[in-house]
């Protein structure tokens, strides 16, 4: 039995849920996607950030393109306070529960983007998390987005959805 369904997301679009109640620990699903080079995926237009892109950063050399049909666990959201987590398992790319996950509850893991002064603005969180800073960036870099900038975010998205 699979250990998740797709759904509708109340923080992008499609994602996944669990389908039965998930133990901290359990192995959910597999990452998958073709391994390609960090140079391809800088000069590519496919990876353009301009849209929806699923690369996996895998080391300093290599990416895994995730965009394709095959790979349903492209449809995780980002979360700032998530309930899953990426491991290499077995030289592979696996989601697992980080604590216990209702059933219907919607499978998040932090994205772990880095901080960048210049584009960290493009990357808006919608997670509604009582921690969300209002932007994808790594739990660790977190602080450095003023409080300021958060509240005037969480505004202007208020603002856009009346």
Not at 11 to 22: E, F, K, V, Y
Not at 67 to 75: G, I, M, Q, V
Not at 116 to 143: A, E, F, H, P
Request: proline share 1%.
């Amino acid at each position: 039995m699979r250990l998740y369904k797709n759904k509708r997301s109340n923080i992008h679009r499609n994602g996944l849920s669990a389908s039965t109640n998930i133990k901290k620990g359990q192995r959910i699903i597999q990452y998958k996607g073709k391994k390609i080079s960090h140079d391809k995926a800088e000069t590519d237009p496919k990876y353009d950030n301009d849209k929806e892109i699923y690369l996996f950063n895998l080391n300093k050399q290599y990416d895994l393109d995730g965009d394709f049909k095959f790979n349903t666990a492209r449809l995780i959201n980002h979360s700032c306070n998530p309930n899953c987590e990426v491991f290499d398992y077995n030289r592979q790319l696996w989601i697992f529960a980080i604590k216990n996950i209702k059933k219907d509850e919607e499978l998040t893991y932090d994205y772990g983007f880095s901080f960048d002064k210049t584009d960290y603005k493009q990357y808006l969180c919608k997670c509604g998390s009582s921690n969300c800073v209002g932007y994808i960036v790594r739990k660790g870099s977190r602080w450095r987005i003023s409080r300021e900038a958060v509240i005037r975010q969480k505004v202007s998205s208020r603002e856009a959805t009346r």
